[in-house]
C-alpha cells in the first residue's frame, strides 16, 4: 500500500494507492475513507502511479514563482500574495473535484478555456516554450531513480 501525498491522506484529501490482482473491498473502503482509493493490478502501475506525487513540488514551486512576481510587478505584501495565490490554486483544484468524475474532465476544462483569452493564451505560451511537456521528462527522469536506473537527474544540455 502506498499513500499518495501523506499530508494530504492525513487530512482525508488525498489518495491511497494499493495493488492486488483482485479489488480487496475492504481494504478500497478504508482507503476511500481516507480521502480516495485506486487500486492497482501490477507493481509496474504502482510504481509509475506513485512518481504523480513528485510534482507537489513543482506544485508549491509554480505557485512560489507567481507569489513572487505579484510581490515584484504588483507591489503586493508577501503576506497577501501568498494568501491569494494559495486561494486561486485552492479553487482551481476545487474546480476539478466538483466535476463528474469522468475521465475527461480535465481535458473538458482545458477545452473550455475562453477562445482568445487569457487562459488559453497562457497555456498556449507554455505549450510553446515546452513547459508543458517538461513535466513528462521530470516524471520519467523519477521514475528512472525510482527503479535504481540512473540518480534522477536529468542530462544537461551543453
Request: include cysteine; charge should be negative; charged fraction near 20%.
Amino acid at each position: 500500500v502506498y499513500c499518495a501525498g501523506l499530508p494530504s491522506v492525513a487530512f482525508h484529501t488525498g489518495v491511497c494507492l494499493y495493488c492486488t490482482p483482485t479489488p480487496n473491498p475492504f481494504l478500497t473502503q478504508l482507503f476511500e475513507s481516507l480521502g480516495g482509493c485506486v487500486s492497482l493490478e501490477t507493481e509496474d502501475q504502482l510504481e509509475k502511479c506513485m512518481i504523480s506525487t513528485c510534482l507537489q513540488g513543482p506544485l508549491f514551486g509554480i505557485m512560489r514563482q507567481n507569489r513572487d512576481w505579484l510581490v515584484e510587478t504588483a507591489g503586493l505584501s508577501l503576506e497577501k500574495a501568498t494568501y491569494l495565490v494559495s486561494k486561486q490554486y485552492q479553487g482551481m483544484v476545487q474546480d476539478v473535484d466538483r466535476r463528474p468524475p469522468t475521465a475527461t474532465r480535465l481535458d473538458d476544462l482545458v477545452a473550455e478555456q475562453t477562445p482568445g483569452g487569457l487562459n488559453e493564451q497562457t497555456l498556449a505560451n507554455l505549450d510553446t516554450m515546452g513547459v508543458l511537456n517538461a513535466y513528462g521528462k521530470a516524471m520519467d527522469a523519477v521514475l528512472s531513480r525510482v527503479q535504481g536506473r540512473s540518480d534522477g537527474s536529468l542530462p544537461t544540455e551543453e
